[in-house]
């Protein structure tokens, strides 16, 4: 039912605007009705490296050689480079590009 | 708390060059919002979507992954129920932002509310992990957020329109490694969020959750599952 006093694809717009924006304060909001104990704090202090790991292991996993060769050079480029993470970044990239150019 | 574990770091607060400087972070990842915009114009056009619509969803959704998924369910002409879906769809792809927007609590809970949860809708992945590494680093302005999300969000918006009109200029972003840019920024990013093994048996555990989640599941339930049960795992480790 959409109606002439807004175009469909506005509507879907709007939609998907208000649904991000609820995940984007509801954390947040939350966290603020929590009490802020020693182990909550804990929690949301491994909770940034946690989101990092889950969203790079299925991901690499699932791109097969390419994503282990970039997420290896990546990592010993920070190591190597003094943690200088646009050059890490790049040469992972390149990596990733070098391994599938090759038929990987 | 009445022991901090380390001295009291200064009072979040905001200023004019923290805004500079989040947006001087935020460069390394400009070349992958430049891409992933671009595509996503093209994949837009393709759809049959105007520019004015193409780039107003850049400008309010503001949300990469979404977007592209939204994409496809999105169907010509859009029906109450398709609208639904792809609000249901955009909240579940979405829903990594309620993880990481809870993270930033115990840096921001010192700020009127009325000043952050303006901040908070510019929330991306990139935002979010450049904020976050530089709090961990240990800074304190708010600023940074800020201004992280408003350049990531202009190049957004901006250059949507080229790879609408143009098209497939891009047409295979994987041959240069473009589609894996979120996950070896996160693996740059993780290196500097590294504070000793502790933390690291809870980063372990999510890897693990998250991989395991990630055969059973559909979709991009695995960020939100692994992550939660690594840091509550985390959680449970104690200090001493």
């Known amino acids: 039912m ?50 990092v790991v ?35 970044v790049a040469l992972g990239l390149t990596a990733v590009a070098l391994t599938r150019a090759a038929g990987f | 708390m009445t022991t901090p574990a380390q001295p009291r770091a200064k009072a979040p607060h905001w200023s004019w060059p923290g805004l500079l400087e989040g947006a001087r972070l935020s460069v390394p990842l400009l070349p992958g919002v430049v891409v992933f915009s671009a595509a996503f114009g093209t994949i837009a056009a393709q759809k049959g979507l105007t520019l004015f619509d193409t780039v107003l969803m850049n400008a309010i959704v503001f949300a990469g992954a979404a977007q592209l998924v939204a994409m496809e369910i999105w169907s010509a002409p859009l029906s109450f129920g398709t609208i639904v879906s792809i609000a249901v769809v955009t909240m579940v792809v979405n829903a990594r932002f309620v993880l990481m927007t809870a993270s930033l609590r115990p840096w921001l809970d010192p700020l009127p509310a009325w000043q952050v949860y303006p901040a908070l809708l510019l929330t991306t992945d990139a935002t979010w992990i450049v904020g976050i590494r ?13 201004g992280a999300g408003l350049a990531l969000w202009a190049l957004w918006v901006v250059t949507v329109i080229p790879g609408y009109l143009l098209g497939a200029v891009l047409a295979d972003p994987a041959r240069l490694g473009f589609d ?30 998250a991989l395991v989640a990630s055969w059973l599941l559909p979709g991009w339930w695995f960020i939100v599952i692994g992550a939660v049960v690594g840091s509550i795992a985390g959680g449970f480790i104690d200090d001493n």
């Open chain 1, 2 to 51: 959409t109606t002439d006093l807004i175009s469909g694809p506005i509507a879907a717009i709007i939609a998907m605007t208000l649904a991000t924006y609820l995940t984007r304060v509801s954390g947040y909001w939350l966290m603020g009705h929590v009490p802020m104990t020693a182990r909550v704090r804990r929690i949301l202090e491994t909770l940034p490296g946690a989101i």
């Open chain 1, 54 to 88: 889950a969203t790079i292991v299925p991901i690499v996993a699932k791109a097969g050689a390419p994503g282990l060769v970039g997420i290896g050079v990546t990592f010993a480029a920070m190591l190597l480079l003094r943690r200088n993470e646009f050059a890490a």
């Open chain 2, 134 to 146: 530089y709090h961990a680093s240990g800074g304190t302005d708010a600023s940074i957020y800020l």
């Open chain 2, 180 to 209: 894996l840019m979120l996950p070896i920024f996160f693996m740059a990013m993780l290196v500097q969020l590294w504070r000793g093994p502790r933390r690291a048996i809870g980063w372990a555990v999510a890897g693990i959750v």
